[in-house]
């Protein structure tokens, strides 16, 4: 997978790491970039990066018919690119907490899966391509004040296993990305030591060149991998101290 002269769609790029992912494709290249967002006015600045290169478009992944519509446009994509995640917080114990875990599950698993449902077949066409799902450390462990957040993450790394089996006769590179915490909206409500968006960003492209399937793009998560390899029960009882306020 060259990103030089790639065809590539990014979902919730208006801001974080969409957002960076947007301004590395366009240093490294791509030829035409598809930056997605629920509300398209939120993408002004980003198209500013390159108006040429980059096409908004207005796409909230919940919402099937209106991915249909979009794979409708974007004919062309042969590196699909899903970042776009919420996460709520409060434990599995809050008022809240299904409420919460059914809107993580549906943006972060089934949005992941309607949007790859939908591009399998337009990659296959453009000759496999990649699919780079944005993950996190959170796949591997849980982190309660967060902990369903944690659970949609580990759902998706599991479906990220499964497309990319179902995916390979079509010679289509699954990727996942699993990055510890990153200076974003998101990973305010965070309270560990931060990576920019773009060193996530630059990182994950250079992998995907390289053909790699798992890709751990900051330290946070280089170590962390390292030390459940080692001792994945240490790790869980280490995580387990951020509890819910
Ligand atoms: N920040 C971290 O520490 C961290 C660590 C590991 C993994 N990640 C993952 O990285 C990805 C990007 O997160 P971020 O840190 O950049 O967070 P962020 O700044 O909160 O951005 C989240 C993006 O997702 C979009 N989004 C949310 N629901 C959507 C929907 N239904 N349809 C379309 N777009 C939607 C948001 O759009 P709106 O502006 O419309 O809300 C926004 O563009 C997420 O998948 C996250 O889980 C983040």
Redo the contacts with the bound molecule.
């Keep these: 997978m060259n990103i030089k002269g790639s065809v590539v769609l990014v ?8 957002k960076a992912f947007v301004q590395a494709l366009s240093d490294a290249g791509a030829s035409r970039i598809y930056a ?4 398209v006015d ?1 993408l002004k600045e980003i198209v500013a990066i390159d108006s040429k290169k980059i096409i908004p478009l207005g ?4 919402n099937p018919e209106q991915i249909a519509q979009i794979a409708e446009i974007a004919q062309d994509v042969n590196l699909l690119i899903n ?5 709520g917080t409060g434990g599995f114990f809050s008022p809240s907490s299904i409420e919460i875990a059914r809107w993580e599950m549906e ?2 698993y089934f ?1 992941g899966l309607y949007m790859i449902q939908a591009f399998a077949p337009i990659l296959k066409r453009n000759g496999g391509g990649a699919i780079a799902n ?5 796949s591997f462990v849980n982190v309660p004040m967060f902990g369903s ?1 944690c659970a949609s ?1 580990a759902a998706f790394h599991s479906l990220t296993q499964g497309v990319r089996a179902e995916l390979a006769p079509q010679g289509t590179l699954v990727v996942g990305v ?10 305010e409500k ?1 309270p560990l030591d ?1 990576v920019s ?1 773009s060193e996530i960003a630059v990182f994950t492209l250079q992998a995907i060149e390289q053909g790699i399937e798992d890709i751990n793009p900051d330290p946070m998560s280089q170590q962390v991998i390292a030390s459940i390899k080692q001792d994945a029960k240490a790790v869980e009882k280490q995580f387990a101290t951020l509890l819910p306020n």
Excluded: E, F, H, W
């Design positions: 979902t919730g790029a208006n801001r974080g790491i969409g997605t967002a629920r509300n939120s796409l909230d992944i919940t970042n776009a995640g919420v996460l943006t972060n949005g944005i993950l996190s450390l959170a957040y993450k699993y990055p510890g915490t990153v200076d974003t909206d998101m990973g965070v931060k968006p």
